[in-house]
C-alpha cells in the first residue's frame, strides 16, 4: 500500500472548466480511496471517498471514479471556481485493517483562474 | 463532535536542539493516532502510528521517535534536530471502528 502515483502534478484550468485527477496503486488489498483538499499553510480536508465495491461516487460538483481491475482512480471537478485552488492528494489503504494505514499520492496543485 | 488540536503552528529550531510536537484528540476514545510528514514537493509520508496507549510502530527510520502517554495524546519528539527534519508535520485521528482519517492543521519545522 505504498506506492500511489498521482498525475499531475499541477494543473491549471480557467474558471468554469473541469479538472481531473489521476492516480493509480498497485496494492490489491487496498480497498478505500479518499481524497483530500489542503490549502495553503492548513492541514488536509477529506472532500470525497469511494470504498473499492463502487465504481463512482458523487458530491455536487466533485465525483470520484475507480477502475479497481486496473488499480487507478480519478478525482473529477466540474465547473470549477477560484476557491478550488488549492493541494490535492489521493490515498489508498486497506478499510478492514485496525492499524488504519493510508497512504498518499504526492499531490496535485490545482490552480483555477478567474 | 470530535477535534484534534495540535501546536505549535509553527516552530523555528537550531540544529541539535530537541523537538516536541504535541497533538490531542477530543471528543472520541481509543483512537488510531498519526504522525504525517510533508516535505517540500513531496507527498504526506506516514511516520509513526499509534493503536493504543504506548504502542507505537515506525514506517520509516528516522532521527524522531514517537509517544503516546495518554489515550488521545501523541507526542513527536527528537534528542538532536537534523537539518533534514525540516517540514510539515501534521497529526491525524481515526476512530476506532471507522476508516476516514481526519488531520490537524500541522506545525512547520523550520531546522537552521
Known amino acids: 500500500g505504498e506506492n500511489v502515483e498521482q498525475h499531475p502534478s499541477t494543473l491549471s484550468v480557467q474558471e468554469g472548466d473541469s479538472a481531473v485527477i489521476k492516480c493509480t496503486y498497485s496494492?490489491?488489498?487496498?480497498?478505500?480511496f479518499p481524497w483530500y483538499k489542503q490549502e495553503l499553510g492548513k492541514g488536509p480536508q477529506l472532500i470525497i471517498d469511494?470504498?473499492?465495491?463502487?465504481g463512482e461516487k458523487k458530491d455536487q460538483r466533485i465525483a470520484v471514479t475507480l477502475n479497481k481491475t486496473a488499480k487507478h482512480f480519478s478525482l473529477h471537478i466540474t465547473e470549477t471556481q477560484p476557491e478550488d485552488s488549492a493541494v490535492y492528494f489521493c490515498?489508498?489503504?486497506?478499510?478492514?485493517?485496525?492499524?488504519?494505514?493510508?497512504?498518499f499520492g504526492r499531490g496535485t496543485q490545482l490552480t483555477v483562474w478567474p | 463532535s470530535q477535534t484534534i488540536h495540535q501546536w505549535p503552528a509553527t516552530l523555528v529550531q537550531p540544529v541539535g536542539s530537541p523537538l516536541s510536537l504535541e497533538c490531542t484528540v477530543e471528543?472520541?476514545?481509543?483512537?488510531?493516532l498519526y504522525w504525517y510528514r510533508q516535505a517540500a514537493g513531496r507527498g504526506l509520508q506516514l511516520l509513526f502510528y499509534?493503536?493504543?496507549?504506548?504502542?507505537i510502530s515506525s514506517e520509516v527510520p528516522q532521527n524522531l521517535s514517537a509517544s503516546r502517554p495518554q489515550d488521545r495524546q501523541f507526542i513527536l519528539s527528537s534528542k538532536k534536530l537534523l537539518l533534514s527534519d525540516s517540514g510539515f508535520y501534521l497529526c491525524?485521528?481515526?476512530?476506532?471502528?471507522?476508516?476516514?482519517?481526519?488531520f490537524g492543521s500541522g506545525t512547520q519545522l523550520s531546522v537552521l
Open positions: 491525524a485521528w481515526r476512530g476506532e471502528t471507522g476508516e476516514k482519517l481526519f
Open positions: 496494492d490489491s488489498a487496498s480497498n478505500y
Open positions: 469511494i470504498r473499492s465495491n463502487v
Open positions: 490515498a489508498e489503504g486497506d478499510r478492514g485493517s485496525t492499524l488504519g494505514r493510508l497512504y
Open positions: 471528543g472520541t476514545s481509543n483512537p488510531n
Open positions: 499509534s493503536v493504543g496507549i504506548g504502542q
